[in-house]
Nanobody
């Protein structure tokens, strides 16, 4: 497993942008796929975006396609989520997760999780 720490959350107006970072510890991080999930109050944790260990394959949930971009820098043990054109419905706690092989949209298949970072989008 790897240890993950998210940062970059905050309060932003609708239409604004934020860039989330997920910093990992562990020499084998570059062999892990990474996913971003979010959980709003009273709702289940949902998949937002994912990236394979090499960065060659990416996936997004439909509601963020064209607005969010996931990327990684294995030399810095980091994964990023650039979020543009933010909407109030994007408000949630955002988590990064890592696993060598996981089903993108099934949280229970991801073994390592960060503590989360709050994103609040005001209308």
């Amino acid at each position: 497993q790897v240890q993950l720490v998210e940062s970059g959350g905050g309060l932003v107006q609708a239409g604004g942008s934020l860039r989330l970072s997920c910093a990992a510890s562990g020499r084998t991080f570059s062999s892990y796929a990474v996913g971003w999930f979010r959980q709003a109050p009273g709702k289940e944790r949902e998949f937002v975006a994912g990236i394979t260990w090499s960065g060659s394959n990416k996936a997004y949930t439909d509601s963020v396609k064209g607005r969010f971009t996931i990327s990684r820098d294995n030399a810095k043990n980091s994964v990023f989520l650039q979020m543009n054109s933010l909407k109030p419905e994007d408000t949630a706690v955002y988590y990064c997760a890592a696993e060598r092989s996981a089903a993108w949209n099934i949280p229970t298949t991801w073994g390592s999780w960060g503590q989360g970072t709050q994103v609040t989008v005001s209308s």
